[in-house]
């Protein structure tokens, strides 16, 4: 393998598209693909929210948010109504038959990743989600001072 091959950024890269495949894959005969599962997510937990608190929440751009709430809405997976605090906004709400399909939705994730990690000795599995979560935590930080120096800039 190149220098290149070998880099947290390419190899990250490769395993979560490898990862997406999976799920695209999985999540088809549930009407879902994996880029629904950030939007699914939020609103299971937090709904109803706005467009720009989606795109916050989900760490997605605002065009590519637009995009996926409107192919969202359109398959039936996601409603979208006025937000009475500002009516110049709407809110995006699951619609039932999308709230019907989370425990189906949250079992194949669990499949998932029990394959992923079935890569890993057994004593690891754990270890590894908690480096790759301080990993992430530690890269939103510095998107986050990125940006804000690129604002300040």
């Known amino acids: ?20 495949r999976l799920a695209d894959r999985r999540m088809k005969t ?4 994996a ?8 609103l299971a937990e937090n709904e109803p ?13 605002q065009p590519t948010m637009a995009a996926t709430l409107t192919r969202m809405e359109r398959d039936g997976l996601v409603e979208r109504r006025a937000d009475p605090g500002d ?7 699951l619609t039932p038959a999308t709230r019907r399909k989370l425990p189906a939705m949250r079992a194949t994730i669990e499949a998932i990743d029990a394959e992923v ?7 690891r599995r754990e270890l590894f989600r908690k480096q790759l979560r ?8 510095r998107a986050a001072a990125d940006a804000a120096r690129a604002k300040d800039g």
Do not use: C, D
């Open 1 to 20: 393998m190149s220098e290149i091959e070998l880099s947290m950024g390419y190899m990250l890269n490769w395993s979560a598209r490898l990862v997406r």
């Open 30 to 33: 549930l009407g879902l693909s």
């Open 35 to 42: 880029g629904h599962l950030p939007v699914i997510n939020a």
């Open 49 to 61: 929210m706005s467009q720009t608190a989606l795109a916050v929440y989900a760490s997605i751009e």
């Open 87 to 93: 009516g110049r906004s709407f809110l995006f709400s």
């Open 117 to 123: 990690l079935g890569a890993l000795p057994e004593g």
């Open 134 to 141: 301080a990993t992430i935590e530690g890269m939103e930080a």
